[in-house]
């Protein structure tokens, strides 16, 4: 019962609770209607606050009523202030659509077997490949992850979900093009028409620098004149894509061509100014690119059957504009550089994802000279080649390969060197073999390599009388 303004006393509506919370502070809270059901209300009340006093408090409670939609406004906050590439817009919307089509409200139905069967359903509706779904599961997971680190739930549910097989159903791989290949595209590119907003010369150098560098479409596109400093590209940290600085170097003969066609450009603007990568022209500019110089090929007595120039050849791989990146990548891997040194020029996260389609090669460089064994199509002759192809019925172009000096027999016979033979012979003069070391430390210095811990011993070693 209660009073009311005149003094009158009344039957209140609903029963109130009157207890002491867990500061011994009286509370007067609301309850029900019915007498028992409050009785039940009352008792949870003095049990909380009863859990309060004992340092028992489950510190998740009220995170686990609020609805999940506002949890994710805040992970998108929190992906913002940590400057995330377009500050998370993509990943939280992928999480969503899955929370929206699983019906989710609240952290309790952050149940695994419900979000998978969630996907299975948005995969069948919007025809997602195998990695756009892991696409969406790893944002879902992503978003666990956070709750968990910013203390909203105990523990991550979904910790064991594990992606799709890949493999299994590929849609859009990209494929490495030849060095002939790209001196055609290069030939054709720089006489062509603008595309894109880019002129065919400022497509013929974007193009180049990607097949040089291995650089994104992104990173390219956030390039300004200062970025090209003393033969090395450098991009700050909010140009990449994994948010950290990089510093890419150019090979010595793109340098020293690259820098003519760079002063025409004015400094603080972009390099390759306009909406081609936001809008994704730029793949469609390539595409076009290739048309014009696969003709140019064929009128050059290329064979009309070939994948040569390609959009798509017959194995179902593309030549779109991250092919140049998968082609930088492939020649870096066949001059013979570590799995460790092509994940540092590709700046992927792990070594796995470079070694499952790039490396096979064991043997180390490092990045100036691995960048210096890149071919430049730019200066291949296509006419000889042209020539040469139509009177020999031969294809292709085969690079001229140089390797390292290595110590290791089994290394030098694997890489095709001759073994020196450091016997002495009739009618020839004796050479030591210190003098053979020292020639051949030497050579190596002069093609620019780094010399073995076996040179450096011997060069400080004295000869014993």
């Known amino acids: 019962y209660y009073k009311d303004a005149s003094g009158v006393r009344k039957r209140a509506p609903r029963w109130y609770a009157d207890f002491l919370d867990a500061n011994g502070i009286r509370q007067k809270v609301p309850l029900v209607a019915n007498k028992e059901a409050a009785k039940i209300l009352l008792a949870d009340l003095e049990r909380q606050a009863d859990r309060t006093r004992s340092g028992l408090l489950d510190r998740f409670e009220e995170w686990r009523k609020v609805p999940l939609s506002r949890h994710l406004d805040d992970w998108k906050r929190a992906l913002e202030s940590q400057g995330v590439a377009d500050g998370g817009s993509l990943t939280t919307k992928r999480a969503r659509a899955l929370l929206g089509e699983c019906k989710a409200a609240l952290i309790r139905d952050l149940v695994p077997s419900r979000l998978m069967e969630a996907l299975e359903r948005l995969a069948k509706r919007e025809d997602l490949s195998l990695q756009t779904q892991n696409f969406y599961l790893g944002s879902i997971k992503q978003f666990a992850r956070w709750l968990e680190s910013d203390g909203r739930i105990e ?7 594990k992606g799709k097989n890949v493999a299994l159903d590929r849609r859009h791989d990209r494929r490495a093009f030849s060095q002939e290949e790209a001196a055609w595209l290069l030939q054709a590119t720089r006489k062509a028409q603008t595309r894109a907003g880019l002129t065919g ?4 150098w974007l193009y180049r620098v990607a097949l040089a560098t291995g650089l994104r479409a992104g990173e390219l596109g956030s390039l300004k004149p200062e970025a090209f400093d003393d033969g090395f590209v450098v991009l700050g940290a909010k140009q990449t894509k994994n948010r950290r600085e990089a510093c890419q170097p150019l090979p010595k003969s793109l340098w020293e061509e690259i820098q003519d066609w760079l002063q025409g450009k004015p400094k603080g603007e972009l390099v390759w100014p306009g909406n081609w990568v936001k809008n994704r022209s730029a793949g469609k500019s390539l595409r076009e690119d290739l048309s014009e110089a696969r003709q140019a090929w064929l009128f ?7 994948d040569t120039l390609l959009w798509e050849d017959s ?8 092919a140049l990146r998968h082609t930088a990548i492939t020649w870096a891997e066949q ?10 020029l590709a700046r992927h996260s792990t070594a796995a994802l470079t070694m499952n389609r790039y490396a096979k090669a064991p043997k180390a460089f490092d990045l100036i000279g691995l960048v210096e064994r890149i071919p430049d199509p730019s200066s291949l002759p ?12 031969t294809f292709g172009v085969t690079a001229p390969s140089t390797a390292p000096l290595l110590p290791q027999k089994p290394a030098i016979q694997r890489h095709g060197l001759s073994m020196i033979d450091h016997s002495p012979r009739m009618g020839e003069g004796f050479s030591s073999p210190l003098k053979q ?6 050579q190596a210095e002069g093609e620019g390599f780094e010399p073995t811990d076996a040179l450096r011993h011997l060069r400080f070693s004295r000869p014993v009388h």
Not at 201 to 204: A, T, V
Not at 300 to 306: D, M, V
Not at 335 to 344: D, F, I, R, S, Y
Not at 382 to 393: Q, R
């Open 335 to 344: 001059t013979g550089a570590t799995v460790k040194t092509l994940q540092t």
């Open 382 to 393: 296509l006419e000889a080649i042209a020539s040469v192809k139509m009177a020999t019925g």
């Open 300 to 306: 050059q007595g290329g064979n009309p059957e070939a």
């Open 315 to 322: 194995k179902g791989l593309f030549g779109d504009f991250h």
């Open 201 to 204: 010369e400022d497509r013929f």
């Open 437 to 442: 070391v020292v020639s051949s430390k030497k």
């Open 155 to 161: 523990a991550n549910p979904l910790r064991h979900l």
